[in-house]
Each structure stands twice: as structure tokens, then as C-alpha cells.
């Protein structure tokens, strides 16, 4: 209803209104978009498990855009219905709305199942690999008891004492037991991380590397 779209249209970035009804904070647009951005995070999975693919430099790029194509669309879309469809005072009274609303709960509860475990599979398995792979750099130490964990392998290249680490650190945060405490932090470290890849790249581009030959088509010293 017109009713509905009018009560969530009134976009305000620090609307004292906004309380977040779990911690009692208020709720900004920095918090929206820090919980909101976590889920475009696995923009880097296909960099992060390059070694896995049998043609990185194919798989990577398509997929990478037609996953972040598909979610883009998926999250704007649902966020429109739901704007006309709930009323502001409801959307921010309970973060379980959307399984309340559905015509059949249990396929909300699946679906966030489903995409929580492979989202965090994803980024722990990548992490581990990017952590693997400092460690072996001897960034650590060269014979230190923390790279020796780390690099520690079963089978053909798995760090399983990478995993196990990355696992634990996950934990810790997950002990915090509130997403919009943790979103930010994660969201930071997501965007230097990004920042970080996009300079290497402009750095490489800038100071001709030779062997820095990109591919991609569209890959250029704006892009």
C-alpha cells in the first residue's frame, strides 16, 4: 500500500526513531549499510580458492559478476516489496520479519541456513588459504611455532592448522552475540582489504609489471 511505501520512504540517516530493540542503540545508515554489505562479501571467494579452479582467469571474472549481478537484483527487489508491503514501525520491531510474512515460514529459516553456512564456509575456507599462504612466506618467522601451525597440511595442500585458526577467530566473534556490533568491524576490515587488492592493482598497472597482463576485458586504469 501507498501507506506502507510512504512510512519507509522517509529516508533520514540518524532518525532518532530508529532503535535497534535488541541492544537499544540507535540505528543509523553506516549500521544499515555495514549489515548490509556483509552480503556482498564473497565477491573475493573465487580470488581466494583460485588454485582450486582448473581456469581461474575464465571462471573468476564470469562468476564473479553474474553472482553479484544475481544477488544485486534479488536483495533491491525484496527490499522494495518490503517497504510496500510492512509498515516502518513493524520492519523495525523485529528482525525476523520476513519469515512472518512469508507463506511458508520454514523456507526463510532454510534459505538463511543454507546461506549462512555457505557464506561462512566460503570465507573461512578463503581465509585459511590467504593466511596459508602468508605464513609460508615466513611473514611470521621463519621457523616460529605460530608458522608452524599454520602451515601445517593434510593431504594435498589443506591447511588444516590454518582452518582450525581461522575457525577460532571466528568464534570469538560470533561470542559477541550481536550482528550489528559485529557487521561494521567486519565491513571495515572487507572494505581496506578491497581498498588494498584495487591499489595493488593500480600500483601493477601504473609501473607496467610485466608480469601483470590482466585479461579481462573491461580492466583499466579507471576500472
Known amino acids: 500500500s501507498y501507506e506502507n511505501w510512504n512510512s519507509n520512504n522517509k529516508l533520514i540517516w ?8 535488541i541492544s537499544g542503540s540507535n540505528v543509523n545508515m553506516l549500521i544499515v549499510f555495514a549489515v548490509f554489505f556483509n552480503g556482498c562479501i564473497g565477491v573475493m571467494a573465487g580470488v581466494n580458492v583460485s588454485g582450486e579452479l582448473i581456469q581461474p582467469n575464465k571462471a573468476i571474472p ?11 537484483v534479488v536483495y533491491i527487489l ?6 510496500m508491503t510492512c509498515s516502518h514501525d513493524l520492519l523495525i520491531s523485529d528482525y525476523t520479519i520476513l519469515q512472518k510474512i512469508n507463506f511458508c515460514p520454514i523456507l526463510i ?8 553456512v555457505s557464506a561462512v564456509l566460503s570465507n573461512m575456507i578463503g581465509a585459511s ?18 608458522t608452524n601451525i599454520l602451515t601445517h597440511e593434510i593431504g594435498r595442500g589443506n591447511p588444516l592448522g590454518s582452518v582450525i585458526f581461522t575457525f577460532l577467530l571466528v568464534q570469538l566473534f560470533l561470542l559477541m552475540g550481536n550482528l550489528n556490533a559485529v557487521a561494521p568491524i567486519v565491513t571495515t576490515f572487507f572494505l581496506m582489504a578491497y581498498a588494498a587488492v584495487d591499489g595493488a592493482c ?11 597482463r590482466p585479461t579481462f576485458r573491461y580492466f583499466n586504469k579507471y576500472t
Open 202 to 212: 593500480l600500483s601493477l598497472l601504473v609501473t607496467s609489471a610485466p608480469n601483470f
Open 109 to 116: 529459516f532454510i534459505g538463511v541456513a543454507f546461506a549462512s
Open 62 to 72: 564470469k562468476g564473479t559478476i553474474i553472482a553479484c549481478g544475481f544477488t544485486s
Open 14 to 21: 540518524s532518525d532518532p526513531e530508529n532503535i535497534d530493540y
Open 78 to 83: 525484496l527490499s522494495l516489496l518490503i517497504a
Open 129 to 146: 588459504r590467504v593466511i596459508y599462504a602468508i605464513a609460508k612466506d615466513r611473514i611470521f618467522g621463519k621457523h616460529s611455532f605460530f
